[in-house]
Structures are given as C-alpha cells and as structure tokens.
C-alpha cells in the first residue's frame, strides 16, 4: 500500500476515552495472569492503531501545513494530548502493581517494567500545569527562530537558508552572512535570554514537585537513561578533553593551511578544501535512483528495504512552498512502515539524508516484528548509532553521487571528528545551568564561552564582540527544546567510529553486526545493547582512546592519499 492510500483518520477524544478506557478497565478486572496478558497485548495493539492514525496526520502536516483540514486535525491533537497521558498513566500505575507482576515480567521483560516505572516517576497531575507552560516557551522559541527574516544581498532569508552562504566557498560572502546571522540574534538576545530562564526555571519547579534535587537526574530519566547517570557523562567528556581536543586543535590548522585561510575566523571553520566542499551532481530524482543503486549493491536487507520504500511512496525529500523545513524520520506500525521526510537544496547534506536518514529508517524496518512496541525503537543515544554508522557504510558507493568522493570521505570523516568538542560543551553548559538554575543571563553567556575556550579554542570571534561575551548557544535549538540531548550524538558517533573502523578491515562481519543491533530494536537500554551488540563502551576510561586513534591514522592517510 502506498503513502497516498494511507487513510487519515482524526482520533476523537471521546472514543479514546471510552475505548482506550474500556480497555483499562478490562486490565484492571483481569482474574488471572492469561486475562491480564491478553489484556495488555489488546491495548499494546490499539497503542499501535492510535499511534499510525497520529503519525500520519503529523506527518501529512509537516508536508502540506497550509492544508486547513490537515492543520485543525493537528491543532486538535494537541488538545488532547494531556488527556492521553493520563489515560496511560493510569495504565501504568496498574500495570506496575499487578498482582500478576512477575509473571507478565517473564511474559514482556523486566525492561517494559522499569520504562514505566521511570514514566512514572517523570509524570504527575501536580506538573501538567508546568509541562504547559514549558510546550508554551519552547513553541514561542522555535517560532521566533522559524520566523528570522534576513536581510542579504537584496534578498531576505530565514536562517536555515543562510545556511549554504556561511559555508560559502567565498571568504567575503561567508562572513557578511555570518555578521547577518549574528545581528539576528543580537536583537533577540533580551527575549531568547528571558525565554531560556523561564524555561530552565519552569524545569527546576517540575523537577522539585516530582521529588528531584534539580533538573538534571529528571532530565536524564525522562530521555530513558536507566543504566548510565549524569556522573559517567562527565567522565566521558573528560575523555574527550584528553583525546580529542588536542588533535582536532591541530586538525583545525592543518585544514586552514590545506584550504588556503591564514589565521582563521569563526566563519572560516566550515571550509575543507580551497575550491569548496564536495557538492552532489544532479537532482532529486538523480540522487534517489543513484542511492537505489547503492542499496541494491549493499546488501540484500538493504535491498528489499530500500525497494519497499521506494514503492510504497515512504520518502518525501523536494523542499516545496508550504512543507516544513528540517528532516525526520518516523515509524507507523500498522503498515510497518518508516517515513522519510527532508528538504533538499542541492549539498552535501542531500547525500546525507539518503545515509543518516535511510539508516534510521532500516533499523525501524529492521525491527518491525518486534511484538512489544516500546522494544522496537532504543532510546536515542542508541538511535543516532543506526544512522551515523550508515554513512560510513556507504562510503564505498560515494562516487555514485560526487565527482570527488575521497574529499567526501575525508571532509566526512574530519567532521565527526570535529563535532565532539562542540557537543560535549553543550552538554556540559546544560548540565552547568540545571545545577544553577537561578543564575542570570550574563552570568549562563560567560560560563558558555568559559567552556567554549576549554573545548573549542579555535574558535575566534575576533569582529564579533557580541558572540565574544558567550552568546553562541542561544542559536542551538536543542538547548531550549530538547535539554540533555545533545550528547547523544557524539556518543552515537564514537560507536559509529568503531563500525567504520570494522568496516575498513573487514567489512562482512562490520555488516553482520550492524545488522544484529538493527534487529534488536530497543530491546535493551544503552549501555546493555552495547554489550549485546559487542561494542565498546564510550563510558569504560580509555574506550575513547582505543576508539580514536584508527580514525586519527585514518584522516592521515587520507590527507596523504589527497594532498601528498
Ligand atoms: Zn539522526
């Protein structure tokens, strides 16, 4: 069945309550392990029916928001979102003390049991309130950022599109974009300031109802981190200090030399090579039927999972008048079927969506027989390993879609590299902020760029007093919208290195057990898949180390292969 023969049904409040509710009530009455069984597997069954109906209409949404239907449809279900959560919270509180506990514990694993425990934990009515207000701030951040209209060249932008004219291959275009961009924020720097504190202090509020000292245990648990805390992260981004920083410093010149830039600028950082970063040749349709071919060649699973999505109408990826910016990937079980939603504009990043993007999509697919649906997708530090892995998978097929392929390899390469230094500080700012919920703006900017000159001192703002006084953060949305979830993607990426470092050695049995931790889904919580997955801890001291130091003599060889 294709994509457009999927049928949109709005979900009526009044028939979840009375059939969502029926249900519970069922649960509640059962007699016996069997009833209690037969039970959960009905309202896992209609979790997987209201949850397709859901995701099709968002996705529908993001294609189309100026689609009235589409849109009160939408703005319906986030009515009723609350109440939907009440009604599972209701059920988790049942389920939790069965008197049939043990038994569905063997039936369904002890790992559903702790997932709602820890659901548990981070819900209550006495916070619905705060949780409000919270979707309220983060909805008036992401309008305020989806809203910037820039003035450049004649021309006015918002700032996603700014993006291909500070990475341009010209030095005085990259840094008149760059400026522009900055002003942007400048003027809003009072309300995103005055945003992020009601935000960071509505948190702290809920994380104090619920019986937390501050926000950061919450937020760890409410990303379902049940086997690392706040304590391994910080080990972990110490690793990354030792190992990594000092050679991405080094990296840092070795480009700038490499790409032609004396004394680099902040503006400057995203250049690789002196005539530009590899951009694909060809359109859309070219792109999809080159990434076809790379499927079919890769593996068999790849083969018939690529084939299907193709088939079935499963990949949205021309950016058009009235479709939503940005890329995502998501699931709807009763079709068992993943969709692929993204904005194509002619660079690199078109190639990336058809590997990161399509890796999260195999793994959904992948796992698409799992039975208990909370198994069947991990938590997102694991999520991010499916796709940030799949673009090195592909590296064997890169000439299918640049004329430069091995620049590909290497500016890809370098990139993830670079990325770590940026992701840890994030996540160390945040963690910093929530231990110290009542400090001020001023005060959260310097610590920012305390942390940006420990992790990043290449970064230069020489020109550009007002990101000198820490303000850089306020452009990263997931600071705002999605706190602690940023880490996930250097953790990602420290996995996704050993795979490719696998790869390059041995690319069968890399395949083969990357293929294994596709299949299994989110069986298990982060650190336990790994094990399962035989991968290396990024928490254990020295896996970092062990983990770098063939991607480090990979990058030199590289560089030697191209510029020697
Ligand atoms: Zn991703």
New binding site residues.
């Given amino acids: 069945m294709k994509f457009s023969d999927y049928p949109t049904n709005v979900p009526k409040l009044e028939d979840i309550q009375k059939d969502f509710g029926a249900l519970i009530d069922e649960f509640a009455k059962a007699t016996s392990v069997q009833e209690a069984t037969k039970s959960i597997k009905k309202i896992q069954a209609y979790g997987d029916e209201l949850g397709t109906d859901i995701t099709i209409i968002s996705i529908r949404f993001s294609l189309d928001y100026k689609n009235k239907a589409i849109s009160d449809a939408n703005d319906y279900l986030d009515t009723i979102y609350p109440y939907i959560s009440q009604l599972s919270n209701r059920f988790n509180q049942l389920i939790v003390a069965s008197p049939f506990r043990a038994e569905l514990e063997k039936t369904f694993g002890e790992y559903l049991f702790k997932m709602i425990e820890t659901s548990l934990k981070c819900f209550d009515d006495s916070i619905m309130d705060l949780m409000a207000q919270e979707a309220k701030l983060q909805t008036e951040y992401s309008k305020l950022i989806s809203g910037a209209k820039i003035k450049f060249h004649g021309e006015t932008y918002n700032l996603s599109q700014m993006g291909k004219f500070t990475q341009d291959k010209d030095r005085e275009t990259r840094k008149a974009a760059f400026k522009a961009t900055t002003r942007f924020f400048e003027k809003n720097d009072q309300r995103l300031g005055e945003i992020y504190d009601e935000l960071v202090k509505v948190r702290d509020e809920m994380a104090k109802k619920l019986g937390f000292k501050n926000f950061v245990e919450l937020g760890y648990l409410k990303l379902g981190r049940l086997d690392y805390t706040a304590e391994d992260v910080k080990g972990y981004r110490d690793q990354i200090y030792r190992e990594v920083v000092p050679f991405v410093n080094r990296l840092y010149k070795q480009i700038a030399k490499r790409a032609g830039i004396k004394s680099p600028k902040i503006y400057d950082l995203s250049q690789s090579f002196v005539d530009g970063n590899p951009t694909p040749r060809g359109d859309r349709e070219y792109l999809v039927q080159q990434a076809t071919t790379m499927y079919n060649e890769m593996s068999p699973e790849t083969n018939e999972f690529f084939n299907f999505m193709v088939d079935n109408e499963l990949l949205d990826l021309d950016a058009r008048a009235g479709k939503r910016g940005g890329g995502y990937?998501t699931y709807m079980p009763r079709y068992k079927a993943p969709f692929i939603f993204a904005n194509f504009n002619g660079t690199q990043g078109d190639v990336d969506v058809l590997t990161?993007?399509v890796?999260?999509a195999f793994q959904g697919y992948q796992s698409r027989d799992i039975k208990v649906p909370e198994y069947r997708m991990p938590t997102l530090e694991a999520?991010?390993i499916h796709?940030?892995s799949m673009e090195f998978f592909a590296w064997p097929w890169m000439h299918l879609f640049f004329d430069e392929d091995k620049k590909y390899h290497l500016s890809h390469i370098e990139g993830a590299v670079k990325f770590l230094p940026y992701g840890v500080s994030v996540d160390e700012f945040q963690e910093w902020v929530y231990e110290n919920p009542n400090v001020t703006h001023e005060e959260r900017c310097a610590k920012w760029r305390e942390i940006e000159k420990k992790y990043l001192p290449a970064r230069k703002y020489t020109g550009f007093k007002y990101l000198e006084k820490g303000t850089f953060w306020l452009r990263q949305g997931h600071i705002f919208t999605s706190p602690f979830y940023y880490i996930d993607?250097t953790l990602a990426q420290v996995l996704a290195f050993q795979f490719a470092t696998e790869m390059f050695t041995n690319r069968t049995k890399a395949w083969n057990k990357y293929v294994k931790l596709c299949k299994l889904g989110g069986r298990y919580p982060f650190v336990e898949l790994l094990e399962h997955a035989k991968l290396r801890n990024p928490f254990i001291e020295g896996n970092v180390k062990k983990v770098i130091n063939p991607v480090k003599r990979k990058i030199k060889e590289l560089n030697k292969e191209l510029f020697d």
């Fill in positions: 990937m990161h993007e890796g999260h999520c991010e796709s940030m993607y």
